[in-house]
T-cell receptor, first 117, second 113 residues
Framework: SQTIHQWPATLVQPVGSPLSLECTVE??????LYWYRQAAGRGLQLLFY??????ISSEVPQNLSASRPQDRQFILSSKKLLLSDSGFYLC????????????????FGPGTRLTVT | QKEVEQDPGPLSVPEGAIVSLNCTYS??????FMWYRQYSRKGPELLMY????GNKEDGRFTAQVDKSSKYISLFIRDSQPSDSATYLC?????????????FGDGTTLTVKP
């Protein structure tokens, strides 16, 4: 079966510090991967998605970047955090066989709660 | 205007009640509809998915899609305190770029014992 991991679970960082959040998926190959941010009491904002190694698409211009150095590894980074970067960061995956019924749902990790102080 | 609108709630019901959660959408290309449940401080988990119009039942949960009205619903029968969570609807167009989904903002449900 497939599992998705995220770490760290909780992070408190000062403004201006760097950030690296990691997401890994087990039990599948060539998944589509996604990074979302969820502000308190709000919906999911798609930040980045990736269809393969080294392929990153950005949805919203911002202070963050993403990388996919390996097939099942997705990293979210920042060189200098802003107060507005605080939130709940979620990684998700889905199979890559687009067009087949039953394969549009995404599976989420446990999330990382980031507080920028 | 957002592509997907969801009643924000909060919704509070007594145990055993029937709950109706709803979303409307504007993009007629959406054909794949999903419901996720998110407990506090956890990642969303997939509850159900449906393809095109119609109903789908899974235990106490029924997902309903009315494409003519661009309206989807999730019904919870015999609601339990363990159903207390935020419910997110999500939608995709077939063959959409990288399988992206558009999510509603969620409805927070509390089921009181």
């Amino acid at each position: 079966s497939q599992t998705i991991h995220q770490w760290p679970a909780t992070l408190v960082q000062p403004v201006g510090s760097p950030l690296s959040l990691e997401c890994t998926v087990e039990g599948t190959s060539n998944p589509n991967l996604y990074w979302y941010r969820q502000a308190a009491g709000r919906g999911l904002q798609l930040l980045f998605y990736s269809v393969g190694i080294g392929q990153i698409s950005s949805e919203v211009p911002q202070n963050l970047s993403a990388s996919r150095p390996q097939d099942r590894q997705f990293i979210l980074s920042s060189k200098k955090l802003l107060l507005s970067d605080s939130g709940f960061y979620l990684c998700a995956w889905r199979p890559d066989d687009v067009g087949l019924a039953g394969l549009y749902e995404q599976y989420f990790g446990p999330g990382t709660r980031l507080t920028v102080t | 205007q957002k592509e997907v609108e969801q009643d924000p709630g909060p919704l509070s019901v007594p145990e055993g009640a029937i709950v109706s959660l709803n979303c409307t959408y504007s993009n007629s290309a959406f054909q794949y509809f999903m419901w996720y449940r998110q407990y506090s401080r956890k990642g969303p988990e997939l509850l159900m998915y449906t393809y095109s119009s119609g109903n789908k039942e899974d235990g106490r949960f029924t997902a309903q899609v009315d494409k003519s009205s661009k309206y989807i619903s999730l019904f919870i029968r015999d609601s339990q305190p363990s159903d207390s969570a935020t419910y997110l609807c999500a939608m995709s167009a077939i063959n959409t770029n990288a399988g992206k989904s558009t999510f509603g903002d969620g409805t927070t449900l509390t089921v009181k014992p």
